[in-house]
């Protein structure tokens, strides 16, 4: 499978069903150590005159000290009728304590010196530009009693704004 490099604003299809429909991978590291986990929280736009993609990870995932030591990581986006299961594994299983970089069903590559996954839609290269952990006192009450039953003030997702480096497209 080859990609080729497009505009972010050349994206097709909605964002917001590109995420909650069709699932992400946030992956972060490098070739001998990275860690992959499934997202559908997230969005892209335009911040600071730039292209953007906003993601949000817990600090109890794996992939949060990859998200906290790198700059750059990426977010691969697939259609939703494809590789559900694969997508599943990363989104139900932890790099604590299994080795995500070796496991079936997807495929990992390098791209512009981050790893992304060969079976995606679009990957976008990402840097960060903006991080920061919601406040539990800003958190809505029916969001903090859905969402977020049963997790500890310390544990609510991090959101990265970053910027869009690069955008590939499934050739
Ligand atoms: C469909 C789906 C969407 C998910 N979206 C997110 C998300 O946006 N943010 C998040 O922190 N966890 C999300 N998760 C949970 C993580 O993918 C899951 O906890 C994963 O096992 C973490 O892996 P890690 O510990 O190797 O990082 C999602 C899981 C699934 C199945």
Same mark, same amino acid.
Do not use: L, Q
């Given at each position: 499978m080859s990609f080729k490099k497009i505009e *972010? =604003? @050349?994206?097709? $299809?909605?964002v917001i069903a590109a995420f909650d429909n069709g699932w992400g991978l946030v992956t972060a590291g490098t070739e001998d150590n990275f860690n992959a986990m499934t997202i559908s929280w997230g969005q892209m736009g335009c911040l600071w005159n730039r292209p953007v993609c906003t993601v949000y990870i817990r600090p109890?995932? @794996?992939?949060y000290s990859f998200t906290e030591a790198n700059d750059r990581f990426t977010v691969s986006l697939f259609d939703p009728t494809e590789y559900r299961e694969p997508l599943m594994f990363f989104g139900t299983k932890s790099g604590h304590d299994t080795d =995500?970089? @070796? /496991? *079936?069903g997807l495929t990992h590559m390098e791209i512009d010196g981050c790893i992304a996954y060969k079976e995606a839609k679009y990957v976008l290269v990402v840097k960060k530009l903006y991080s920061q952990q919601f406040d539990p006192a800003l958190v809505p009450e029916e969001v903090r009693t859905t969402?977020? =039953? $049963?997790? /500890? !003030? !310390? !544990?609510l997702h991090r959101q990265y704004i970053c910027l869009i480096e690069a955008a590939y497209e499934r050739a």
């Open positions: *972010p =604003k @050349h994206i097709e $299809g909605n109890c995932r @794996h992939t =995500k970089m @070796h /496991a *079936p969402n977020y =039953k $049963g997790v /500890a !003030d !310390d !544990d």
